[in-house]
T-cell receptor, first 109, second 115 residues
């Protein structure tokens, strides 16, 4: 089974609203990464947060990591229709990444 | 260099045929990964190379699957005697050798349909 599990599976919001996605995992990790995937395309790396970091920002993205709860969240502020995509968390415990099944975000214009 | 390149983008094959996919990573990246993704799910790890050495293989990679990276540059993934269950998107990613786990850059994938 996948290491990371995203919640919710699907999220639909209006343009301008914030979107929050959560990721839970089971074992100790070195890093946690968030990726975005548009339908039928490859994955685009968004942000990497290391196990000794608690929060990271990149533009409209804010990622938190709570290693005691084995969870992470991705916040997209002031969402745009172009943010519509699937978002995956990936945990790195060794050299490879283990992905969850993603959150499908729909931003309505 | 425009990123990770995968060829072909789409492949339709009859059950029982062999298929081969190619991945060209970003040129200075030592690490190369293959993942498989089915509809509605996240990518599943298949195998990983560091330079030309195949360092890890998933149990998902049955005897019908083989991957190579002969000169530590491009890689090929071959599936022999394809089955309908092999239908999926096959993703390649590369990353530089550095501190553990850096950002991986993904290609656009090869979508395989076995009919």
């Amino acid at each position: 089974s996948q290491q990371g599990e995203e919640d919710p599976q699907a999220l639909s919001i209006q343009e301008g609203e914030n979107a929050t996605m959560n990721c839970s995992y089971k074992t100790s990790i070195n890093n946690l990464q968030w990726y975005r995937q548009n339908s039928g395309r490859g994955l685009v790396h968004l942000i990497l947060i290391r196990s000794n970091e608690r929060e990271k920002h990149s533009g409209r993205l804010r990622v938190t990591l709570d290693t005691s709860k084995k969870s992470s969240s991705l916040l997209i502020t002031a969402s745009r229709a172009a943010d519509t995509a699937s978002y995956f968390c990936a945990t790195d415990a060794s050299s490879k990444s283990t992905f969850g099944d993603g959150t499908t975000l729909t931003v309505k214009p | 260099d425009t990123g990770v390149s995968q060829d072909p983008r789409h492949k339709i094959t009859k059950r029982g045929q062999n298929v081969t996919f190619r991945c060209d990573p970003i040129s200075e990246h030592n690490r190369l990964y293959w993942y498989r993704q089915t509809l509605g799910q996240g990518p599943e790890f298949l195998t990983y190379f560091q330079n030309e050495a195949q360092l890890e293989k998933s149990r998902l990679l049955s005897d019908r699957f083989s991957a190579e990276r002969p000169k530590g540059s491009f890689s090929t993934l071959e599936i022999q005697r394809t089955e309908q269950g092999d239908s999926a998107m096959y993703l390649c990613a590369s990353s530089p050798l550095g501190q553990p786990n850096t950002e991986a850059f993904f290609g656009q994938g090869t979508r395989l349909t076995v009919v």
